[in-house]
């Protein structure tokens, strides 16, 4: 019987020490794969044109096409490469769309956009700005921007631009 308890102590020993081994193993890769920065690729094409373009339509795509060069703008800033922890934040809100000439519109955005640090917020970036585009058919075209943090603004090619080779 003493034997038994022996054997079983020290299969239980054996089964705790393998756990602690395997455990800590997989914490230090974890945090030497966490060091790594992650390269991130920018979107290199625009959103699709609406095919109805309305001031519904037209703010909407305003939308969508400004949040694309803003994260491409912001992973720029950073070389292309993120920490694990870190994620690209874009929101744009139309705040006015005026038709100005059949099928132009005047679209207005306020955004906000930065980097989110998920394990350190007070080491997050955040910054506000103001952009209006005019929006037709066949062009999207930036008429204006206040505040905007960066220097240079990324471009996008248009799904029409790349099958045309242009």
Same mark, same amino acid.
């Given at each position: #019987?003493?034997?038994? =308890?022996?054997?079983?102590?020290? /299969?239980?020993? +054996? ?7 395997? !455990?800590?193993? #997989?914490?230090?890769?974890?945090? +030497? ?12 094409? +625009? ?10 339509? +037209?703010?909407?795509? !305003?939308?969508? /096409? ?27 809100? =139309? ?6 000439? =059949? ?18 917020? =007070? ?10 585009? $005019? ?10 921007? $206040?505040?905007?943090?960066? !220097? ?15």
């Amino acid at each position: #019987m003493r034997t038994t =308890a022996v054997i079983v102590t020290v /299969y239980v020993v +054996a089964v705790v020490l393998v756990g602690l081994v395997l !455990g800590a193993s #997989m914490v230090l890769d974890g945090d +030497a794969s966490a060091a790594d920065p992650v390269h991130v690729e920018r979107v290199p094409v +625009a959103p699709e044109r609406p095919a109805d373009l309305n001031a519904t339509s +037209a703010a909407d795509y !305003g939308i969508e /096409y400004e949040e694309t060069r803003l994260y491409n703008d912001v992973i720029a800033s950073h070389n292309h490469t993120l920490d694990f922890d870190e994620s690209v934040r874009t929101q744009c809100t =139309a705040t006015s769309v005026s038709e100005t000439v =059949a099928d132009r519109f005047s679209v207005r955005l306020e955004c906000r956009g930065g980097l989110e640090v998920t394990d350190a917020p =007070a080491e997050s970036e955040a910054f506000t700005y103001t952009v209006t585009y $005019r929006i037709t058919e066949t062009e999207t075209n930036q008429t204006g921007i $206040r505040n905007y943090p960066f !220097g240079e603004r990324d471009t996008l090619e248009t799904v029409r631009s790349r099958t045309l080779g242009h």
